[in-house]
């Protein structure tokens, strides 16, 4: 009887490994390299399992193991209480725009706040009207998404049924460095870009949803983090997978969930606890990291045109524009060619957009740093 033999790691694998790019991708986005390396090595046979993480059931011993490690991991970075629920779904923040206004609204409370900073906060809004009724309680698009509201902008209804925010805008680069205050409405939050970026007070949220490919993950799985007790305005007559309680009380496996996304954010939390030493050491490195592109942009403000005002920038995606079409395009050519990737600005705003989430190496956004300071010195 014949036998599968595996053969090691080509040597081009091998090779590709040491001449890998710095992805400044704004997602799906560079994930760490160990995570990478542990993926590898796992990929034909989880160990003691002689079946690849892709190939067993969801519903098998041992992957409800790594689910569970996946949600334990996240309640211990992230210091989520008891009384807060966590489910992994699928769909992206696309069919969460959708999701929290079908299950939140309520007969009595049949419109909700949203304060709209930029492309996705917009977009959540245009999808919530579907659903109900939607107050824009502020909207920066009269500033083309610079900045964020101060507190006495904000045009709050006591009694709406909650506040939707985005921490972070990936495509303007505005960031909220503190949650506004909204009273006893839950605050709603799409925290994709910038989830688990920083310690956060999990109290202060009534629901969090984040799709995973930006910061925590592959593409293909969202997380939603929310208060149990908003789980009874989900209503009975909304289809099976549009009702958050349906996850909830099938603990994510309702349907087959993201598997590969779920093993993958386990092993993204591991490297957050064991390797980076949690969320706040998280935090210093990003501060860091983004200083040293906001001290470029400050240092050529002719040439580097910031889109955030200075007091909004987001840690997660730094965007700017040079002064021509000409030079932005030679600018990421001439990147490229320094295995600086991935740094063209959304279509819709131009320029140039360097995404440093979680997984972006310190010494990636130093080549990229002194590669933007050697550009101006020449170009400027």
């Keep these: 009887m014949t036998r599968w033999h595996y053969i090691s790691l080509p040597i081009y694998l091998t090779t590709a490994m040491s001449t890998r790019n710095y992805n400044f991708s704004a997602g799906p986005?560079?994930?760490?390299l160990s995570v990478l390396e542990k993926i590898q090595s796992e990929m034909l046979s989880l160990p003691g399992v002689g079946a690849s993480v892709i190939e067993i059931s969801h519903r098998s011993g041992p992957f409800l193991e790594i689910a569970g490690a996946a949600e334990a991991n996240l309640r211990k970075l992230m210091q989520i209480p008891d009384d807060y629920a966590v489910l992994f779904l699928q769909g992206g923040s696309r069919l969460q725009f959708s999701m929290v206004p079908m299950n939140l609204l309520t007969d009595e409370k049949k419109s909700a706040d949203y304060i709209i900073t930029g492309s996705?906060?917009?977009?959540a809004?245009?999808?919530?009207?579907?659903?109900?009724?939607?107050?824009?309680?502020?909207?920066?698009s009269d500033t083309s998404y610079t900045r964020l509201p101060a507190a006495s902008e904000l045009d709050l209804d006591s009694n709406a049924?909650?506040?939707?925010?985005?921490?972070n805008e990936t495509i303007q680069g505005v960031q909220f460095a503190a949650e506004p205050e909204v009273g006893d409405v839950p605050l709603v939050c799409d925290a994709s870009s910038d989830v688990m970026h920083k310690p956060v007070d999990i109290k202060k949220y009534g629901l969090i949803y984040a799709c995973a490919q930006k910061n925590a993950g592959p593409a293909g799985?969202?997380?939603?983090?929310m208060r149990k007790d908003l789980l009874e305005r989900s209503k009975d007559s909304l289809p099976g997978y549009l009702n958050y309680k349906t996850h909830a009380d099938a603990d994510s496996m309702w349907n087959t969930p993201a598997t590969f996304g779920i093993y993958v954010l386990k092993l993204v939390t591991d490297?957050?606890?064991?390797?980076?030493?949690?969320?706040e050491k998280m935090?210093?490195?990003n501060k860091l990291k983004a200083a040293m592109l906001y001290e470029v942009l400050d240092a050529y403000p002719e040439f580097y045109q910031g889109h955030a005002a200075v007091d909004c920038r987001s840690l997660m995606n730094v965007t700017f524009r040079l002064p021509s079409d000409e030079l932005s395009a030679e600018f990421i050519s001439a990147a490229k060619a320094q295995q600086l990737t991935d740094l063209k600005g959304h279509r819709s705003v131009g320029g140039i957009r360097a995404s440093i989430y979680n997984a972006m190496p310190v010494a990636g956004v130093e080549t990229l740093r002194d590669f933007m300071k050697d550009f101006a010195s020449k170009k400027a």
């Design 221 to 225: 799985l969202t997380v939603v983090i």
């Design 125 to 140: 809004s245009q999808e919530a009207v579907k659903e109900g009724g939607v107050r824009k309680a502020w909207d920066g």
């Design 29 to 32: 986005a560079t994930l760490p």
């Design 283 to 285: 935090h210093e490195q």
């Design 271 to 279: 490297w957050l606890i064991d390797e980076i030493g949690g969320l």
């Design 120 to 123: 996705w906060g917009k977009n």
């Design 161 to 167: 049924a909650f506040v939707h925010i985005t921490s």
